[in-house]
């Protein structure tokens, strides 16, 4: 029994391990001279994110969730992953994840306070955010929630396209601080609770990668 629970864990922590070194840009540290001479910083809005999200769970039951009170009866689901369930159902509920990242660094390095924000014209340099990867996992093999997960990479990019600063997060469904996740059925009946919980995904990454550039 310890032996298949040993398992059980390994065969859902691994994919973590592997999405936490998949890809991850090289890290750019921020100079001592780059520091002193930036002041005014712009948020850039357009936030990118992948396509497709990363989805870890057993096969779930939509029904009415995403295509209406004739959800049961309907076959147009028939050949679409969970995946593009839940970026279906995400888009039926104008829950975009750039959005909800955007709003969450504007917030924070506003609250920081270690640079002013301004619009491009008057800026320093510019802070832009990517969703590197982002999605779902069946946390624990015999519970029900579907925590969300994210990696972001963020970049302090001077007027003349130069780079000066440059650090990727990953924040997992294990991690402590992201304790918003709930079932998929608490998602369909609640979509606000998604967004809570994509909200708190991404304001600890958001968090971790500021503490990057103080």
Not at 62 to 76: I, M, P, R, Y
Not at 87 to 111: G, N
């Amino acid at each position: 029994m310890l032996n298949r629970l040993s398992f059980l864990m390994f065969s859902v922590a691994l994919p973590m391990i592997l999405l936490v070194g998949c890809s991850t840009p090289q890290s750019v540290p921020l100079t001592v001279e780059n520091s002193s001479s930036i002041k005014n910083i712009y948020i850039e809005k357009n936030v990118p994110k992948p396509s497709a999200i990363y989805w870890r769970g057993t096969t779930q039951a939509w029904g009415g969730a995403l295509f209406g009170a004739l959800g049961a009866f309907a076959t147009a689901d028939a050949g679409m992953t969970d995946a593009e369930k839940m970026i279906k159902f995400m888009e039926k509920h104008k829950i975009d994840i750039s959005e909800i990242v955007y709003s969450e660094v504007s917030k924070q390095t506003a609250a920081l306070k270690t640079y002013q924000i301004t619009s491009v014209d008057k800026s320093d340099a510019t802070l832009t955010l990517a969703v590197d990867m982002y999605g779902f996992n069946k946390t624990h093999p015999f519970g029900t929630h579907m925590n969300p997960m994210i990696r972001m990479t963020a970049k302090l990019i001077k007027p003349n396209n130069q780079i000066i600063w440059q650090e990727s997060e990953f924040v997992s469904d294990f991690a402590s601080e992201n304790d918003q996740g709930q079932s998929l059925e608490t998602y369909q009946n609640e979509p606000a609770k998604l967004r809570t919980a994509l909200a708190k995904a991404s304001q600890v990454t958001v968090k971790r990668l500021l503490a990057k550039l103080q």
